[in-house]
Each structure stands twice: as structure tokens, then as C-alpha cells.
């Protein structure tokens, strides 16, 4: 009970953290959308009958439109995708899942069509129907190995995972949602991407996982084009509650509006991996974890090209992308410096810390916002960003955790997602989209699920919610977390909020979670919704 308690009093600390969207954060891997990582989630599995295995989802290659041909969205072969595990808090991983991925044409060749008197290789990437049972009209498909490393990833051994049934070690990765048409019709397409979820063995755990690794619907919810316009709306609630209709919130703020999300007809690539909690935590029970990606120092390209050769790579994995907590790179580090935290460590993240304790959005949300605020409330704030510099909160929040929730005692500084493998998961319609804050323990912060709106805690917390009384002492008394007080943030206490509202009942109940993609064709096609 002292641990619960611990949780709920840190209920809104690590929203500073908040995961939002990592889509196309930093200049250089704006170049490399195939290594680009989204999004990603650590979380207890709450799929019923799957209550001891934890989830991590890394998604990649952002903003995919679904009519993308006729290409599609294939993984990088020449990548290294990797999922790091911390069990032991000091910020160096001491498990690594590494992923490589193979491009491979029909063993006879690109299939021919009969032309008058000649045989042509077709122009496209599938010419006929795919189904789970049969894709003989596909000339590229995409296969992948995974590897399990123990200890520091470029010093131990990688160990092959293998199939639980044959023994395998390569797996099928569906092809891309390219239309309705293709697959057979509506709602095939789910049957046919759930035939690619692999039951694996994995090295040293005596439980078998499962892995997936394909296109999934993108479950980032962001009015993405108004943010990034020096914010092109009122951030703030203008319902009394959200969803209340009432106008009775902030004059001219935004309300929940499922139109709002930019998003709405984009997937993404999700490398999906359950393993059981006992294979991943050591005796705390405690887990951090990040996703990265990495290229060959170098490139040399084939000046004439073929399909299995268009380029050469050789030298050292280059990290080129990482992600754990998303906003900590959009939102929080400097321009000049989001590329080199890409390549960083989270080791090494104090080379980092002005960006946690002097942080710039506030200042910026300020700068757009205090004059209307200020005509509007009639008020006179000399600032609407925190005053209490250094943000020590912030610091806890992205770089530490939170003592009896999921910081490990003694443990490192470094920012990855942390979870508490022994809180139980939340059954998904119970689910709570501010996690924590809301009373649902086994959310964000601890750990990241698919449902948790945290860009609205992110908004909220950023703008000096720790600074104001919560709902966390004896019977859910207010009190203050000791951190700064509410003269520091005179907005701390407004209900920030983009407008696109994000729940978990929006998803599956069952791995890999995310839902089937969005449709290439037909054009206006119906928003894919949960299917358990």
C-alpha cells in the first residue's frame, strides 16, 4: 500500500516527461524517415490472460500516408533497430532486442507477364490478391531476425530468438495495407497481419514471447499542423470538462474534437515485442527502456543498382535515433543540439541538463499567450511560464523517476521510460487517459501506454501544475509536492489540453495493441476502430 500511495503522491511529477510524438524531431533524421522513431510504449500487457508480460512498442518511419505506393513503407536492411532494457538503474542497458531486416524478391524472379512475344517483369510491387493464406502475386517481401544481447549491446554476443513452432529464426513481416482490393475486402486485412504474431523463445527466459513487426493505424492523437504553427489555437479547456459541450471553460479555448487530430488517416511501422516480466526485471522489479536505431558509419552507392545491391555499408553502428520519452528531444532540447541527443546515451544525459532545468517552451508559450490572457482575465502576470528555476522537478521527471514509484535506489541519472513491473495492468476500459493523475496506477508515468493522453499532461505539468496543490495526501487530501509553490506558476492550475481527445478504448485489447492501418484505398475509407 505505501508503494500505491508513493505513486498516486507523484501522480503528475513525470508527465513532465510526457510522451507525445517524436515524428520527425531533429534535422538529420528528417533525411532517414526509415530509422526515425514515432513513438514508444512500455507497459504492463493488459490483454486478458497476459497480466505477467510486458509490452514494447517502437514505432517508426513517421507520417505515413496510407496511399503510399508503390513502394510502401519497407523497414532499412542496413539498419540495426534495437530495444534496450536497464533492470539495475544505472542508465547502461543490460538487455538489448536487436532486429535486422531482409528484402527479398520471388526466388524465380519478379514475376513476368507474357507481352506479344515477350516476357516482362511487372512494373509493381503486388499484382494480385494477398491473403493470410496465400501472396503469390507479391514480388517484394520483408523478413527480419531478432537477437537478444546481454549486457552493454556492442560488447556481448547476440543470441538468436527463435519460433517457438519450427525453431525459425526469420520471421514474416506482412506487407503494407496498400487497399481493400488487395487484401479482399473489409476488415481482411486484420486476419491477415494477425497470421504475422510469432511466438518466440527467448534466450534464458523460461516463458515463451511473442513478437509482431508490421504496419499499424498511428495511435498519436495531435492537432500536429496548429502546434507546430506557433500554436494556432487557445491551449486551453473551454468546456467545463472536456467533452461537456457547455463553453462554460476558458473563454476562446479549445474543445474535444476527435476532427482535431492531424493524424487521422496515417500509420506507422511498430516493432511490437512481449516478453514476460521475470525475463526482463531483476529483484526491484523494475525496468527502464528506450528504442534506437543505427546505421554504418559508411555508405557507398552502386552506380548501377540492383535490387539486392543498390549500396554498400561498412564501419561501426552510428546511433542515429533514439526515443524514450519523445518530448524530451522535440520539445525540450535545443535545435543545434537534437541530433547529438540521437546519438547520446542515457549515460550520458547530464551533458543535457540546462535544456530539463531551464526549458524554453514555457517561455515560448508565454511569449504567444500572456497579452491575451492578460485581456482576457483582466489579470496583469508578468509571466505565464514556472518561475521556479532551477525546474528540480523536471529534472526528477525526465532524468531519475520517483523514489517508491519507479526510481531505482542508488540508480543513475538518464532518461528512458521507467515502469513498475508489480503494479498490475489496468484492464483497457478502465483505463484512465491521464494515467497516474487520474488514479490509474499502472499508467504514464509508469511506463507508457497506447491510450495515455499525455500530451495534455505534458501541456499542463510543463506550464507548472507541480507547483499547485494535488489530490494526493491521506484520502486524497490536497497538499503540495514540495517542488515550487503556486505564486511560481500562475497558470499551473489551467487545463491545457490540443483538443484531440485519446483514450484507450480507441485501441485492441490484445498484442500487439495499435490498430489494423488505415487503407490505401478507397478513397474516404472509414476509420479503422477496435476490434476487441
Known sequence: MKKLTAVASVAALLCAGAQ?????????????????????????????????????????????????????????????????????????????????????????????????????????????????????????????????????????????????????????????????????????????AASFIHEIDVPDCEQPGRVFVGQRYEAFKLALGEVFDLVNFVP????SSPGANDGAGFPGGITQDPARNQLATNNVTSLALEIHRDCLAAEAGLVGAWTTASLRQATLLN?????????????????????????????????????????????????FADFVTNPVLPAILDSLFRDAVNTTLSTEFETLAPTNLPRTDLVAAFLTGFAGVNQFEGGATGEMLRLNTAVPPTPRDNQQPLGVAAGDLAGFPNGRRPGDDAVDIALRVVMGALCHDLPIGEGGAPANLGFCLPEDAVVGNVPFTDGAPLAAVDLDNSFPYLLTPYPGSPIGAPLPTPAN
Open 236 to 239: 486551453v479547456e473551454g468546456d
Open 20 to 192: 507525445a510524438s517524436s515524428h520527425r524531431e531533429a534535422p538529420f533524421i528528417g533525411k532517414y524517415p526509415q530509422v526515425d522513431a514515432t513513438d514508444f510504449y512500455l507497459f504492463m500487457s493488459y490483454e486478458p490472460g497476459r497480466d505477467d508480460y510486458v509490452t514494447m512498442i517502437a514505432n517508426y518511419i513517421p507520417l505515413q500516408s496510407s496511399y503510399g505506393g508503390p513502394n510502401y513503407f519497407p523497414l532499412d536492411s542496413n539498419a540495426l533497430y534495437e530495444i534496450h532494457v536497464d533492470n539495475d538503474g544505472d542508465a547502461v542497458e543490460d538487455l538489448t532486442f536487436q532486429f535486422r531486416f531482409n528484402d527479398k524478391l520471388p526466388a524465380d524472379g519478379v514475376i513476368p507477364l507474357t507481352i506479344g512475344d515477350k516476357s516482362v517483369t511487372s512494373v509493381l510491387r503486388n499484382i494480385g490478391p494477398i491473403s493470410a493464406t496465400g501472396a503469390s502475386g507479391l514480388n517484394h517481401r520483408e523478413s527480419y531476425t531478432l537477437s537478444m544481447v546481454e549486457g552493454q549491446r556492442r560488447l556481448g554476443s547476440p543470441v538468436p530468438v527463435t519460433g517457438t513452432r519450427d525453431g525459425s529464426t526469420e520471421f514474416a513481416k506482412p506487407f503494407d495495407y496498400a487497399g481493400i482490393k488487395t487484401f479482399g475486402g473489409p476488415g481482411n486485412y486484420a486476419a491477415y
Open 303 to 351: 552506380p548501377e543498382p540492383i535490387f539486392e545491391r543498390p549500396e554498400v555499408t561498412g564501419g561501426a553502428w552510428t546511433q542515429v535515433s533514439r526515443l524514450g520519452s519523445p518530448l524530451v528531444n522535440e520539445l525540450v532540447i535545443g535545435y543545434d543540439q537534437k541530433d547529438r541527443f540521437n546519438s547520446s546515451h542515457p549515460e550520458n544525459d547530464g551533458q
